[in-house]
């Protein structure tokens, strides 16, 4: 089979890297791809948006499958484009609909859709710019802090929790008067803060069966013990301690069912991953978001725990057949580290000589913000390396992330030392 990834970061990686081991797998390409995917496949330069590129590219190389990585092209509508389209309508496309992958695309249809289905998720409303009166009076029903979502997509950054009610409605307007996201803050939903441990589940759906991944729970702020700017991730582990049996299978019957029924229900088809991001509050799951696709970092310890071949999942999700196939986990923990830019999640320079790479051993080092130039690998991006690691325990697993983290060396450098030490805590609590 010929696969096309499309995408250019650590999950694009690590899903080249798990592809790449598959019996089933004849050709791998990535587009555009970064230089850690080069050693997975083929890289050609293309937008994982330019629809009529990536049209040309599939008819060229004989391509069977294109999965989706990011949320843009999903958003834009790739499955629709591929689907009406008579010379690639046969393609297997793993990703959702334009109308599935609306449940990232736009906070306020993904509430709206969670209430229609009694799907358990914070109190709420949706403003614009015309009733920003409204938006600053619901503001002083709320306790603090304060949750303010644009509604639509902000590279990850869409996302403001103020402390206080004058922080809460100086954001508020800087969102709906000034445009502080473009056109993606034009809606802004405001919603109750949850109180509890947050973490990530994912569900692989062909639109009529499912399989619930493993859960893991990632590290948004840039700062060690949770401080400082949100970020993309710096970090991730899989499983996590506070979600055992009992709480995923509250997830799986309250979240997970409802939200693949209302789906069915709404006529929506939904063909690829489902990113539930939930809080732990107390033993009671409830959502605080839906992704189109897997998370990033959560996919380079979610993967490669999957030992079942991930191109044979993706097949069985294009013949609607998923329930005829095992999967297969990796009971040890995964863990990874996140190598980021000086700077980042602010200003950052690219271009920075990475070395090491070679030097490292007990660990998968997945590229995120790489490119290479004359075989040498260079920073592209603020997050750059993910360096993800297996242990019986998760001591085990972050002692050898953290042993490559030092070994890899690049101008500025900055990462997170303190990635599983808050779970570890709990673990070691629960334990007692």
Request: aromatic residues 8%; hydrophobic residues 40%.
């Amino acid at each position: 089979m010929n696969v096309l990834i499309l995408g250019n970061g650590g999950r694009e990686h690590a899903f080249a890297h798990k592809i790449s081991q598959s019996k089933k797998l004849e050709n791998l390409f990535i587009a555009p791809g970064n230089a850690g995917t080069a050693l997975c496949g083929t890289n050609v330069d293309i937008s994982a948006t330019d629809f009529e590129a990536i049209k040309e590219l599939v008819w060229q190389k004989n391509i069977d499958m294109v999965v989706v990585g990011p949320e843009d092209p999903l958003v834009k509508g790739i499955y629709d484009f591929f689907k009406n389209d008579e010379v690639l309508k046969d393609i297997a496309i793993i990703g959702p609909s334009k109308a599935g992958a609306q449940l990232e695309g736009s906070k306020d249809f993904s509430k709206e859709f969670m209430i229609r289905h009694n799907i358990p998720t914070a109190r709420y409303q949706t403003f614009t710019k015309d009733t920003l009166q409204e938006g600053l009076k619901f503001l002083e029903t709320l306790s603090p802090p304060y949750v303010l979502k644009a509604d639509g997509l902000a590279a990850g950054k869409g996302v403001v929790i103020p402390e206080t009610l004058d922080e809460a409605k100086k954001e508020l307007t800087e969102m709906l008067a000034n445009a502080k996201f473009g056109n993606a803050s034009a809606k802004v939903v405001i919603e109750e803060f949850l109180k509890g441990i947050e973490l990530s589940v994912f569900v692989l759906t062909d639109g009529k069966h499912y399989k619930i991944l493993p859960a893991a729970k990632d590290y948004k702020r840039i700062g060690e013990g949770d401080v400082g700017l949100n970020t993309g991730g710096m970090g991730a582990v899989s499983p996590v301690p506070f979600a055992d049996a009992a709480f995923l299978k509250k997830v799986e019957e309250r979240v997970a069912i409802p939200t693949l029924k209302g789906l069915q229900q709404e006529n929506i088809i939904y063909k690829g991953f489902i990113f539930i991001g939930l809080m732990n509050c107390g033993g009671e799951p409830q959502v605080i978001e839906y992704n189109c696709r897997m998370g990033d970092p959560e996919t380079e310890v979610v993967i490669p725990r999957i030992k079942t071949d991930l191109l044979e999942l993706f097949e069985a999700v294009a013949n609607e057949n998923l329930h005829n196939i095992k999967l297969d986990i990796d009971e040890r923990i995964a863990t990874t580290v996140m190598l980021v830019s000086g700077g980042y999640p602010e200003d950052y320079e690219k271009n920075k000589i990475i070395s090491g790479l070679d030097k490292t051993s007990d660990s998968i080092i997945f590229h995120a913000g790489t490119k290479l130039e004359n075989d040498t690998v260079l920073t592209n991006g603020g997050r750059v390396i993910a360096i993800t690691s297996f242990g019986n325990t998760m001591e085990e697993a972050i002692a050898k992330s953290m042993k490559n983290a030092e070994i890899i060396s690049y101008d500025k450098k900055n990462y997170r030392k303190d990635i599983g030490q808050d779970l570890i805590a709990l673990e070691k609590k629960i334990n007692e």
